[in-house]
């Protein structure tokens, strides 16, 4: 069992950077495949990004693609999505999930647990 906890969402001017942290609890973290997701309102759940358990695999949507950086920090349970440049079709509730597994995962149907979000707006 898997906890996910996201944290620094928040109000921000087209071009401002962010940065989202994912708290996870439980001891098998570092073997499980983690992904961004954003779901804006009105919209499907969206694949941003996603990285493997030892985090030198990544894959990006091609709409986050140069702009937004996954990376995990196995010690401490944590994966962050770093978001520059961000635009006003960023805003979205971003959540992060989690599957045990070695293959990198961009489905939002192959992930197994997932946050409460974190709501990211982007004025223009």
């Known amino acids: 069992q898997v906890q996910l906890v996201e944290s620094g969402g928040g109000l921000v001017q087209a071009g401002d950077s962010l940065r989202l942290s994912c708290a996870a609890s439980?001891?098998?973290?570092?073997?499980?495949?983690m992904g961004w997701f954003r779901q804006a309102p009105g919209k499907e759940r969206e694949f941003v990004a996603a990285?493997?358990?030892?985090?030198?695999?990544?894959y990006y949507a091609d709409s986050v693609k140069g702009r937004f950086t996954i990376s995990r920090d196995n010690a401490k349970n944590t994966v962050y999505l770093q978001m520059n440049k961000l635009k006003p079709e960023d805003t979205a509730v971003y959540y992060c999930?989690?599957?045990?597994?070695?293959?990198?995962?961009?489905?939002?149907?192959?992930?197994?647990?997932w946050g409460q979000g974190t709501q990211v707006t982007v004025s223009s």
């Open positions: 990285i493997s358990w030892s985090g030198e695999i990544t």
């Open positions: 439980g001891r098998t973290f570092s073997r499980h495949t």
């Open positions: 999930a989690a599957k045990e597994t070695i293959v990198l995962v961009r489905s939002v149907h192959e992930y197994d647990y």
